[in-house]
């Protein structure tokens, strides 16, 4: 392993940190995904939005750019399709419930220290905790 390990999440960190704050700077508004992807898709009452297509689609092209040109991980799933696609649809109606996802309230929220994003970050973290617990220690492998 590189001497050099940390510069990957740190970049990204940074990266992440520095489009939210522009974001915010040059277009008064808070950044969460949940929030363009749905503006991107038109299912926020106002039409599609073409900030949140240009989102998406850097989303997109970076994963893409890192898939291509970056260090690859080997990546093993060890739980059904099943039971992703069902916590893939819970965390999706969980982030419409919560009115907003991590990125919004985690990198957003907490950096202008709204009381409502530490709450719900909060929230996340402790059902989160309690999740991997009961999945992994209480009922075991779900797999």
Do not use: Q
Request: charged fraction near 5%; include cysteine; proline fraction near 2%.
């Amino acid at each position: 392993m590189s001497t050099f390990h940390f510069l990957w999440p740190l970049t990204g960190g940074l990266l992440i940190g520095l489009s939210a704050a522009l974001y915010l700077l040059l277009d008064g508004r808070i950044a969460g995904i949940s929030g363009l992807t749905a503006s991107a898709l038109g299912w926020t009452g106002s039409g599609i939005s073409a900030l949140g297509i240009g989102f998406l689609g850097g989303l997109l092209a970076g994963a893409a750019f890192a898939f291509a040109y970056l260090r690859h991980t080997n990546l093993t799933v060890t739980s059904s399709p099943a039971l992703l696609v069902v916590g893939g649809l819970l965390v999706g109606y969980g982030t419409r419930l919560g009115s907003g996802c991590t990125s919004g309230h985690g990198v957003c929220g907490l950096g202008r220290l709204s009381p409502r994003s530490i709450v719900a970050t909060f929230t996340f973290m402790i059902v989160a905790a309690i999740t991997v617990y009961v999945s992994r220690h209480v009922i075991g492998s779900w797999s």
